[in-house]
């Protein structure tokens, strides 16, 4: 089986595209998917640097954490899926030719398969982190990095869900931001000032997904500190806030949802760059530099 690999960690270049092991076989409520194309995520950025290691790689250690695909082997206690249809999903090694998925939605004929690997992480990590500041009607919520991969998603299921978004973007990205029905604010010095400009009756909860201190700066806005949540600052739970990481409450029927509601055409799915997979190295140094437009996804072939 082909695939990206690498046998040890560092910068981009430590990236292989090569011949691995043999396809796995799916185990209880898996899917073995023939890959088309797999999203890249900053979490495989993390793990591939080393920065979440705490000893050598087993190698090869092959990235990946979602993409779409068809079904070519189904797993024990696995329903609703059968070989041969069209999937998106989240699991591990999706840079591979073959990749067993355990989050998985039926992917709609109307969608592209670049557009359905971009959805999965995004999806669950939107979804999953509304749910835990429990975000609905009425409420007034700060989405930071509203433009981003992450933060666009959560903004639309916001929106979506009769609650007033603020996100905070660069000033170019204003217009796309509040295109997805959020008001716009610049992030930078002045952004407390600027939110409380916007949300004239409050701020009920905050959604940040690009750390870089907006957790310390926003944290005096909202009264209920388990309102607030942040994907990307791990030493913002010394405030009081929750810190979500995928390891609990997890949201994988918002994979379905958003896909869905992307194929009917009525949820915005950005795609930044489609790279060839044997050019995976500029596709994690594009995600590192935070200059993608959209979502970064590997063509698998």
Do not use: K
Request: with cysteine; charged share 15%; proline share 6%.
């Amino acid at each position: 089986m082909r695939a990206v690999f690498y046998e040890e960690y560092g910068a981009p270049s430590v990236l292989r595209h090569g011949d691995v092991a043999d396809a796995p076989a799916p185990g209880p409520g898996q899917v073995r998917v023939a890959m088309r194309v797999a999203g890249v995520n900053p979490i495989d950025i993390a793990v591939r640097s080393g920065a979440m290691a705490d000893g050598p790689p087993a190698s090869p250690v092959v990235p990946g954490s979602d993409g779409a695909g068809v079904v070519d082997a189904v797993g024990p206690d696995v329903v609703g899926m059968s070989v041969g249809d069209a999937v998106l999903g989240m699991g591990s090694s999706t840079y591979a030719e073959h990749a067993l998925l355990s989050e998985v939605a039926l992917c709609p004929p109307e969608l592209s398969w670049e557009v359905a690997a971009a959805i999965p992480m995004a999806a669950e990590t939107a979804g999953r982190g509304l749910r835990a500041i429990g975000v609905g009607a009425g409420d007034t919520v700060v989405v930071t990095g509203a433009s981003g991969g992450v933060g666009s998603f959560v903004a639309q299921l916001a929106v979506r869900q009769g609650a007033r978004v603020i996100g905070t973007a660069s000033p170019s990205q204003h217009p796309f931001v509040e295109s997805l029905g959020a008001t716009a604010v610049s992030y930078g010095d002045g952004l407390v000032e600027r939110v409380r400009a916007a949300a004239s009756g409050g701020v009920d909860a905050v959604y940040d997904t690009t750390g870089f201190g907006a957790v310390a700066e926003l944290v005096g806005l909202v009264d209920n500190r388990s309102r607030i949540v942040t994907i990307a600052d791990f030493g913002a739970a010394d405030f009081g806030v929750q810190v979500s990481d995928g390891s609990s409450g997890r949201a994988p029927d918002v994979i379905g949802e958003v896909a869905l509601l992307a194929a009917a055409g009525d949820f915005v799915v950005r795609i930044g760059e489609v790279i060839p997979w044997s050019e995976s190295a500029r596709a994690h140094e594009l995600v590192a530099s935070g200059q993608s437009r959209g979502r970064v996804v590997l063509t698998i072939s």
